[in-house]
């Protein structure tokens, strides 16, 4: 097997494809890169990553656990919580799932571009302090 090493690929022309033999793998332009997906299909790089995410124990030890993209949680009281984003989002109409390890509702309760308060309550809508609260968030940085 053999080991390519280097810091720079350039093209002999203004292709802005790579291709490994006959598949095009990664095609570049303003902005933008698309990576071969299943198929045919082409997967833009920026649109297809998760701008933030965090784990985070609502109970006694209240914090996040894990995170990315994300500086502070507030505690509002008993399963309301606000993440601010370390980097803002380009508007307010970012995707945003939560989970949590109980059979809890977990949801939003207010969404800008620079945080995301959640809200978590039992089967009869009564708010309780969960332990992890996960959250994925999708969208355009700003």
Not at 97 to 104: D, T
Request: glycine residues 12%.
């Amino acid at each position: 097997m053999s080991t390519v090493v280097l810091d720079t690929i350039t093209g002999k022309s203004t292709a802005t494809t790579v291709t490994i033999g006959s598949t095009p793998v990664v095609s570049a332009s303003a902005n933008s890169m698309t990576i071969r997906g299943e198929g045919s299909a082409q997967t833009s790089i920026q649109q297809g990553l998760t701008k933030a995410w965090y784990q985070l124990d609502g109970t006694g030890t209240f914090g996040m656990n894990d995170s990315f993209n994300m500086t502070a949680t507030t505690d509002h009281g008993t399963g309301e919580y606000t993440t601010t984003f370390a980097n803002a989002m380009s508007n307010d109409d970012y995707a945003f799932l939560f989970g949590s390890a109980s059979q809890a509702n977990v949801g939003a309760n207010g969404v800008t571009t620079t945080t995301l308060r959640l809200r978590c309550r039992d089967g009869d809508n009564s708010a309780l302090d969960l332990d992890p609260i996960t959250c994925g968030v999708d969208g355009d940085l700003a």
